[in-house]
Structures are given as C-alpha cells and as structure tokens.
C-alpha cells in the first residue's frame, strides 16, 4: 500500500513538471485578413507626441493599434508629458488610448530582442508589460509584436504558452531610419498604385461608359502599418497624411484584433 502511494506521489510530482510548452507556438500575423481593412500600428511608445496622435485619431474616428513598452525612451509607470491638455502621466497615456477604444498591445518591457533572451528572461519581459498594462487599464493584452521584429521556434513557443498572438506587419514605413515624412509615405504610394484597380483593368474589360458613372470600387487590399510614435515626424504628419489617403480610398482603418476578426484583443 505505501509504495502504492509512493508511486502515485512520484507520478503527481512528476505530472506537475510539465513540459515546457503546453500551447501552441504563438500564431505570427503580418497583415490584416479582413478585406479593406488597414491597421495603423504605432511602436515603442508612449512618448511626448502620443497623447495628441490619440487625440487627433479620435477626431477622426479613426482606431489604431499601440504596442507599447515600459521602459524604452520613458519610463510609463512613474514619468509624465507635457501635452495640449497638460501635464498627463504616461500611465494616463495608456488609459486614454484604452478608453478611446485603441488596442494596447504589448512590445516587451524594455525593448529586447527576444532571441537573445532565455525563456526565464523573455516570460519577465512579456509579464512585467502585461503587468503595468494590467495596472492602467485592468485588462491584459493577448497581442504584442517581438522588438525589431525578431523571433525564433524558441521565442515563437514560449510566446504561445503564455496566451499571445504575434504581429508583424506588411508595410513598414521606416519611420526609425529616415525622419522625413515625405520618404515614410513612399511604401504606401506604391502599395496604393499597386492595388488601383484602374491599373488593373485589362483593355477587354474597359466599359464604353463613362469612367464618371462607375462607382469607386472599394479596396480589396489589406494591410498591417509599422510606424513608432516616438520619432517626430510620424504623429504629427505621417499619419494624418495616411489616414487621408486610406479614407480617400476607402479602407476601413481598425485595431488588428479588429482586421482579424477577433472579438479579443485581451487575454
Ligand atoms: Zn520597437
């Protein structure tokens, strides 16, 4: 009887040292699968323009995606901004974003590259985040993009274990190399040239009615933006420059969860 029970004690404790992964690998999505939907993407912040890009994407009904971290270029828990409404805390930041119905979404804590990290060390990044977002808004975030990008089989599966969706993304405005609007919007004009139906349409299909009685198709495309709020052209001129091309053209500008038809941005 007693070594009965020994054997049963050995199998709980040996049951309990589960193995590592006990979900699947994270699933990694780089663009939107909603037809005509485009997902503004905004990383690395808050920072001192955040407040006012939340502001002028509200004006606009207009929600976008934040994949913000704890501590890159502020420290969210305990520094404050000066903004157009004053003196706002960046834990006030992340409420205000949650409550005027943005995503918030995770990029780490403090910005490391996941593949150079343990599972130990990627688990306190993904849990500090979740944490201090926790603490603003009082719900946890099940999406969050790896910092630069960069993951591996390992990062991919601890990311899964621990409830998250991945995003990367199909249009990088690389706002992080060059700090010139103008430059930033040259991969947007080529995805919109690209996807004109007008360039397109083939001699055969060309109606002899006037081009003026055709209704202006809507846009087929679907996209994933990267832009960061904390370089200083993106907020206050890159994305209201993209966001009149998108409404222009008719895309329907939503959160990821959104584009992906997910009912649960939170975990
Ligand atoms: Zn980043």
Known sequence: MHLLLYAFALLVVL???SPLYRRAPATIHST???PGTFAITVDD???NQTWDLIKYL????VHATFFINGKNWVDVATDSTLTSDGEKTYMDH?????SSGHQVASHTFT???LTDLTEDEIIDEMNMMSDLIYEAIQERPRYMRPPNGAYDDATQATLGNLGYEMVLWDLDSKDYINHNATVNERVFVQAFKDEDPKAQVTPAAISSKPEVSKPTP????????????VHYQTGPELIPWLVGQLRTRGYKMTTVADC???PRPYQ
């Not at 509200?58 to 009904?61: H, V």
């Not at 992340?94 to 949650?98: E, I, T």
């Not at 809507?218 to 709020?229: C, K, R």
């Open 15 to 17: 049951s309990n040292a």
């Open 32 to 34: 939107c699968t909603v």
């Open 45 to 47: 912040g808050p920072y």
């Open 58 to 61: 509200n004006e606009q009904n």
């Open 94 to 98: 992340v409420r205000f974003m949650h």
């Open 111 to 113: 910005h490391q590259i």
């Open 218 to 229: 809507l846009p087929t495309g679907s996209h994933i933006a990267l832009m960061h709020d």
């Open 260 to 262: 992906l038809d997910d």
